[in-house]
């Protein structure tokens, strides 16, 4: 069965220090991976998406960026976190477009 | 913006059934509606999703009209567990992208 990893849980950082979380998929191959940002009280918002290695598709402009370096991995970083970065980070996977996405546990993100 | 319109809250008795409205009027014709729920400080879960015929699984049925401007999520015997909120989504097949709106906040009480 497939399963998808996100790390870490939690996460406070201070303003202006980098962030990288991690996402990775266990029992598929080639699958469509999605980063979404649930800000406080609000609804989930469509950051990057990939179809493949190393191809990214931002959603949003902002000082985040995404990478696929391998298969089944989808990284998020940022070289600057801004105090507007604070939210619930949740990475998901579908087999394609048609498909349902599945979601991962999610990383809380304060920055300070 | 989303594409689909949804109460902002329910009520439900535990062991009724829970009908959840969402609008989605301007949808079209390779376009499917899925409903996801999320449970506080966890991330979405994936519920059912349809395309003109009504679907039934293990967890809930998803019934869309006739004209497919509207469906109903019925879960057939609320437990405490199924209080979450619950997002009507329309999707169409060339994009793969999930636009959450607001959601309806479905509350079961005992």
């Known amino acids: 069965s497939q399963t998808i990893h996100q790390w870490p849980a939690t996460l406070v950082q201070p303003v202006g220090s980098p962030l990288s979380l991690e996402c990775t998929v266990e029992?598929?191959?080639?699958?469509?991976l999605y980063w979404y940002r649930q800000a406080a009280g609000r609804g989930l918002q469509l950051l990057f998406y990939s179809v493949g290695i190393g191809q990214i598709s931002s959603e949003v402009p902002q000082n985040l960026s995404a990478s696929r370096p391998q298969d089944r991995q989808f990284i998020l970083s940022s070289k600057k976190l801004l105090l507007s970065d604070s939210g619930f980070y949740l990475c998901a996977w579908s087999v394609d477009y048609y498909n349902e996405q599945f979601f991962g546990p999610g990383t809380r993100l304060t920055v300070l | 913006d989303a594409k689909t319109t949804q109460p902002p809250s329910m009520d439900c008795a535990e062991g009724r059934a829970a009908n959840l409205p969402c609008n989605h009027s301007t949808i079209s014709g390779n376009e499917y509606v899925y409903w996801y729920r999320q449970i506080h400080s966890q991330g979405p879960q994936y519920i059912i999703h349809g395309l003109k015929n009504n679907e039934t699984n293990e967890m809930a049925s998803l019934i869309i009209t006739e004209d497919r401007k509207s469906s109903t999520l019925i879960l057939p015997h609320a437990t405490l567990r199924d209080t979450a909120v619950y997002y009507c989504i329309v999707k169409g097949g060339s994009q793969g992208n999930l636009i959450f709106g607001k959601g309806t906040k479905l509350s079961v009480k005992p």
């Open positions: 029992g598929t191959s080639n699958p469509n």
